[in-house]
Protein backbone atom coordinates (compact mmCIF):
# COMPACT_ATOMS: atom_id res chain seq x y z
CA UNK A 1 0.00 0.00 0.00
CA UNK A 2 2.53 2.69 -1.12
CA UNK A 3 -0.37 5.07 -2.22
CA UNK A 4 -1.13 5.19 1.75
CA UNK A 5 1.77 5.57 3.10
CA UNK A 6 2.70 8.52 -0.18
CA UNK A 7 -0.33 9.85 1.46
CA UNK A 8 0.21 9.77 5.11
CA UNK A 9 3.53 11.25 4.19
CA UNK A 10 1.48 14.61 2.79
CA UNK A 11 -0.63 14.72 5.92
CA UNK A 12 1.87 14.51 7.99
CA UNK A 13 3.96 17.44 6.02
CA UNK A 14 0.75 19.56 6.85
CA UNK A 15 0.22 18.48 10.53
CA UNK A 16 -2.44 16.07 9.73
CA UNK A 17 -3.08 12.82 11.36
CA UNK A 18 -2.67 9.56 9.19
CA UNK A 19 -5.37 7.62 8.04
CA UNK A 20 -5.73 4.03 8.62
CA UNK A 21 -6.04 0.92 6.08
CA UNK A 22 -9.54 1.05 6.26
CA UNK A 23 -9.95 4.86 5.89
CA UNK A 24 -7.55 5.58 3.18
CA UNK A 25 -9.31 2.41 1.21
CA UNK A 26 -12.57 4.80 1.21
CA UNK A 27 -10.17 8.23 0.30
CA UNK A 28 -10.49 10.21 -2.59
CA UNK A 29 -6.20 9.67 -3.13
CA UNK A 30 -6.94 5.43 -3.38
CA UNK A 31 -10.09 5.92 -5.72
CA UNK A 32 -8.35 8.23 -7.62
CA UNK A 33 -4.52 6.08 -7.95
CA UNK A 34 -6.89 3.01 -8.09
CA UNK A 35 -9.17 4.22 -11.12
CA UNK A 36 -6.24 5.91 -13.14
CA UNK A 37 -4.75 2.66 -13.39
CA UNK A 38 -7.75 0.72 -14.13
CA UNK A 39 -8.68 2.81 -16.81
CA UNK A 40 -4.96 2.38 -18.76
CA UNK A 41 -5.60 -1.40 -18.55
CA UNK A 42 -9.45 -1.24 -19.72
CA UNK A 43 -8.64 0.92 -22.78
CA UNK A 44 -5.43 -1.41 -23.57
CA UNK A 45 -7.58 -4.97 -23.80
CA UNK A 46 -10.42 -2.60 -25.45
CA UNK A 47 -8.26 -1.64 -28.52
CA UNK A 48 -6.42 -5.23 -28.02
CA UNK A 49 -9.88 -7.04 -28.84
CA UNK A 50 -11.14 -4.61 -31.40
CA UNK A 51 -7.56 -5.51 -32.84
CA UNK A 52 -6.78 -9.06 -32.88
CA UNK A 53 -10.62 -9.37 -34.99
CA UNK A 54 -8.37 -7.93 -37.82
CA UNK A 55 -5.28 -8.49 -37.57
CA UNK A 56 -3.47 -11.82 -38.67
CA UNK A 57 -0.31 -13.49 -37.03
CA UNK A 58 1.11 -15.23 -40.02
CA UNK A 59 3.27 -18.77 -39.48
CA UNK A 60 1.84 -19.24 -35.80
CA UNK A 61 0.66 -22.83 -35.43
CA UNK A 62 -2.19 -20.83 -33.49
CA UNK A 63 -3.51 -18.67 -36.33
CA UNK A 64 -6.18 -20.11 -38.12
CA UNK A 65 -5.04 -21.13 -41.73
CA UNK A 66 -5.46 -18.03 -44.17
CA UNK A 67 -6.26 -19.71 -47.58
CA UNK A 68 -9.20 -22.09 -45.58
CA UNK A 69 -12.18 -21.47 -43.90
CA UNK A 70 -13.21 -22.58 -40.58
CA UNK A 71 -15.77 -23.48 -38.09
CA UNK A 72 -15.52 -20.24 -36.42
CA UNK A 73 -15.86 -18.12 -39.65
CA UNK A 74 -19.54 -19.21 -40.72
CA UNK A 75 -22.25 -16.66 -40.55
CA UNK A 76 -24.98 -17.14 -37.80
CA UNK A 77 -27.79 -18.55 -39.00
CA UNK A 78 -31.20 -18.42 -37.24
CA UNK A 79 -31.73 -21.57 -38.82
CA UNK A 80 -28.98 -23.91 -37.24
CA UNK A 81 -30.15 -25.88 -34.43
CA UNK A 82 -29.32 -24.24 -31.01
CA UNK A 83 -28.75 -20.84 -32.28
CA UNK A 84 -28.25 -18.26 -29.54
CA UNK A 85 -31.25 -15.83 -29.20
CA UNK A 86 -29.37 -13.03 -30.52
CA UNK A 87 -28.72 -15.00 -34.03
CA UNK A 88 -32.09 -15.73 -33.95
CA UNK A 89 -33.33 -12.20 -33.58
CA UNK A 90 -30.74 -11.01 -36.03
CA UNK A 91 -30.35 -7.40 -37.09
CA UNK A 92 -28.88 -4.80 -34.48
CA UNK A 93 -29.69 -8.13 -31.79
CA UNK A 94 -26.70 -9.63 -33.24
CA UNK A 95 -24.45 -6.84 -34.59
CA UNK A 96 -24.76 -5.92 -30.52
CA UNK A 97 -24.02 -9.63 -29.81
CA UNK A 98 -21.10 -9.68 -31.89
CA UNK A 99 -19.37 -7.04 -30.58
CA UNK A 100 -20.49 -7.10 -26.66
CA UNK A 101 -16.53 -7.95 -25.46
CA UNK A 102 -15.18 -4.44 -27.20
CA UNK A 103 -18.81 -2.97 -26.23
CA UNK A 104 -18.19 -4.03 -22.34
CA UNK A 105 -14.30 -3.01 -22.23
CA UNK A 106 -15.19 0.38 -23.57
CA UNK A 107 -18.03 0.91 -21.23
CA UNK A 108 -15.82 -0.25 -18.42
CA UNK A 109 -12.88 2.27 -19.82
CA UNK A 110 -15.63 5.29 -19.45
CA UNK A 111 -16.67 4.64 -16.08
CA UNK A 112 -13.32 4.12 -14.94
CA UNK A 113 -12.48 7.44 -16.41
CA UNK A 114 -15.36 8.68 -15.08
CA UNK A 115 -14.23 7.60 -11.46
CA UNK A 116 -11.45 8.37 -11.91
CA UNK A 117 -12.12 12.04 -12.99
CA UNK A 118 -14.73 12.11 -9.75
CA UNK A 119 -11.46 11.07 -7.50
CA UNK A 120 -9.37 13.51 -8.77
CA UNK A 121 -10.99 16.48 -8.14
CA UNK A 122 -12.11 15.41 -4.65
CA UNK A 123 -8.49 14.61 -4.29
CA UNK A 124 -7.83 18.36 -5.69
CA UNK A 125 -9.49 19.42 -3.82
CA UNK A 126 -8.37 18.00 -0.67
CA UNK A 127 -4.91 19.02 -1.89
CA UNK A 128 -5.71 22.51 -1.66
CA UNK A 129 -7.70 22.43 1.66
CA UNK A 130 -4.30 20.86 2.94
CA UNK A 131 -2.55 24.24 1.72
CA UNK A 132 -5.06 26.59 3.00
CA UNK A 133 -6.56 27.38 -0.74
CA UNK A 134 -10.49 27.40 -1.63
CA UNK A 135 -10.79 23.72 -1.77
CA UNK A 136 -14.23 24.39 -4.21
CA UNK A 137 -12.96 23.24 -7.48
CA UNK A 138 -15.21 20.74 -9.68
CA UNK A 139 -14.27 19.19 -12.63
CA UNK A 140 -15.09 22.03 -15.00
CA UNK A 141 -12.67 24.18 -12.92
CA UNK A 142 -9.54 22.04 -13.38
CA UNK A 143 -10.38 20.67 -16.76
CA UNK A 144 -7.79 23.11 -18.20
CA UNK A 145 -4.55 22.04 -15.38
CA UNK A 146 -1.72 20.84 -17.23
CA UNK A 147 -1.20 18.31 -14.75
CA UNK A 148 -4.00 16.54 -15.37
CA UNK A 149 -2.75 16.63 -18.93
CA UNK A 150 1.01 15.62 -18.14
CA UNK A 151 -0.95 12.57 -16.42
CA UNK A 152 -2.83 11.35 -19.35
CA UNK A 153 0.31 12.06 -21.65
CA UNK A 154 2.78 9.80 -19.46
CA UNK A 155 -0.74 7.18 -19.50
CA UNK A 156 -0.68 6.84 -23.54
CA UNK A 157 3.28 6.82 -23.75
CA UNK A 158 3.33 3.95 -20.99
Same mark, same amino acid.
Given at each position: ??????????? @?? $? &???????? @???????? %??????? &?????????? $???????????????????????? &?????????????????? &??????? $???????? $???????????????????????????????? @????? %?????? %?? %?????????
Amino acid at each position: MVGRHEFNDEL @AD $Y &GRSPLSLP @AYLTSDHC %IEAIFEN &GEGELLQMGL $YVLLTVSLVQKGSSESKSLSEPEE &GDRVPSAKRRGASWPVQQ &GKWHLKL $YQNSLSIV $YFLLFGLSFWLHAIGGVKQYNVEQALMGKNPD @ADAYA %IHGDER %IL %ISVAAKLAE
